[in-house]
């Protein structure tokens, strides 16, 4: 149920980014591992909602002592250190504590949003009303949406984020930008998939409207 992951040539400052990919298309917790100093390592963790990250290494110390050499963070993100000869009996620790303190509702994704816009508000002048109620936070999350679009061309740029050219019902052509990109969960261009976005204001060489991405589900 909870995932633990580690290579040798993997660097600490990406250890983060690579746990909250693997949490984002599994669903699952998952703690990714690189090697601090020869014999140990250092591990950055990312959550699902149900699974309070720092509490359940805090269990995990308490009932292994000394298995975990430090930890801190909150529910959804936590770092750790530990011995690398370790490292199997963390992910085993990590597993049964997950297994005690997840349900079956919460390994089933959810992604929630505010409904589908008609195409008169797929705007630059919605973007910047949106835009202007900032700052967004945990108790007020920014407003994302869902509708239909077709892909009809997409590009890759700084190596792992996506422009896209997409196409609704009716016509209208829309620029979108998915960072981080799944590019597994990409469709062929010309198909129709269902995506969960956010409008956005593109201000590169003045302001236009930007579609962007937070879930495509092809």
Known sequence: LAISLFREDWHQGVVGLLASRVKDRLHRPVI???RDKPGELK???RSIPGFHLRDALDAIATRHPGMISKFGGHAMAAGLSL?????????EAFDQIAGEMLDEAD?????????KLPASALTLDTARQVRDLLPWGQRCPEPQFEGEFVLRAARVVGEK???LELETGEGQRLQGIWFNADFDALSEPGTASRLVFRLSVNDYRGEALQLQIVHWHG
């Open 107 to 115: 390994l089933q994704q959810v992604v929630w949003t505010d409904g």
């Open 83 to 91: 011995a690398e000869r370790q490292l199997a009996a963390f992910s």
């Open 32 to 34: 990714a591992f690189a």
């Open 161 to 163: 984020h996506l422009r």
């Open 43 to 45: 591990g950055s963790g």
